[in-house]
């Protein structure tokens, strides 16, 4: 078994775990934080599908929480609002404070829940981009949707 493999499979029973103690009030405190992600992603550096896919993990939070978007398991919900206040803790596995180290796990733990929850969250792209309008003008100057588009 590869180092790669070990630490995927801890840092999964790790989000598992995790996962199991999540509340509804967990949920509904993630949806007001999302500032305090945007400070903490510029820590990051360049890890590219984590930092694309953190604002769409907080917009999935903050449309569950208000109860417009619920066509998600709650295996699903909880890995990923686990997996977020993991990220937000900064005396987690292994402290945030000490160099570079200190992201590792932040970055293993979201890593494999977006394995984990793949599918749930491309589910929820195409609903998520079939709910906002486009804002660029139609022919006549007037904005369209972007099932007119």
């Known amino acids: 078994m590869t180092v790669r493999n ?10 598992s775990r995790g996962a199991e103690r999540i509340s509804w009030a967990d949920i509904e405190r993630l949806s007001t934080l999302t ?8 820590r990051f550096g360049p890890l590219k599908r984590s930092l694309r896919e953190l604002p769409l993990l907080m ?3 903050r449309d569950y929480g208000s109860g417009r978007y619920r066509r998600i398991p709650w295996w699903a919900i909880s890995s990923i609002a686990f997996a ?17 180290l200190g992201h590792v796990d932040d970055i293993l733990v979201v890593s494999v829940c977006l394995s984990l929850v793949d599918h749930e969250l491309k589910r929820y792209r195409v609903w998520k981009d079939a709910e906002q309008p486009y804002t660029g003008p139609g022919a006549d100057g007037v904005p369209m949707t972007r099932a007119a588009h």
């Open 84 to 100: 977020l206040l993991y990220l937000m803790n900064p005396l987690d596995l292994i402290p945030d404070f000490i160099p570079i």
């Open 6 to 15: 070990r630490l995927y499979g801890l840092t999964g029973r790790l989000l």
């Open 35 to 42: 500032g305090a992600f945007g400070r903490k992603l510029h």
């Open 59 to 61: 917009s999935l939070i």
